[in-house]
């Protein structure tokens, strides 16, 4: 069994955090720490430690985490201006917290899509 992460602990509300959508499937609050104006990060309530562990029977949970973003970037008044959509993988990817989850960026022009190391 994976090790759950604080994650796990924000699905059950056994943490504090600002969760702005919930149902069956996903959990989205918004990031402790965010790098934009709307920085929501949207989470499948299974825990999938990584982008690498997901099997087919994920399908339609990453499918609605999606739609779940779509819907909450039209709440945030992001939608028409656009946004970004990041899920970090490992290290190199700059995972930090080993629950898949998919960052939701937007509220400002984003910039270069991939920095450099050196940035
Ligand atoms: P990663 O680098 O793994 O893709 O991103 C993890 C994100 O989780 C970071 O943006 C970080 O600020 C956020 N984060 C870490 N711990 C907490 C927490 O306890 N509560 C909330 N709301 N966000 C967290």
New binding site residues.
């Given amino acids: 069994m994976p090790e759950e992460t604080?994650?796990s602990k924000?699905i059950r509300r056994e943490?504090p955090?600002?969760i702005v959508f919930q149902d069956d499937t996903v959990t989205a609050?918004?990031?402790?720490?965010p790098?934009a104006p709307t920085?929501i990060?949207i989470i499948p309530n299974k825990l999938i430690t990584t982008v690498n562990d997901v099997t087919e029977e994920d399908e339609a949970a990453i499918g609605h985490m999606f739609v779940v973003a779509a819907k909450l970037a039209r709440e945030e008044g992001i939608a028409e201006d656009g946004y970004r959509l990041?899920?970090?993988c490992n290290s190199h990817?700059?995972?930090?917290?080993?629950h898949l989850?998919m960052?939701l960026l937007g509220g400002r022009p984003m910039g270069r899509m991939v920095a450099r190391p050196r940035d």
């Fill in positions: 604080i994650f924000i943490l955090a600002d609050f918004r990031d402790i720490s790098q920085h990060l990041i899920v970090n990817g700059g995972q930090i917290v080993f989850h960052h």
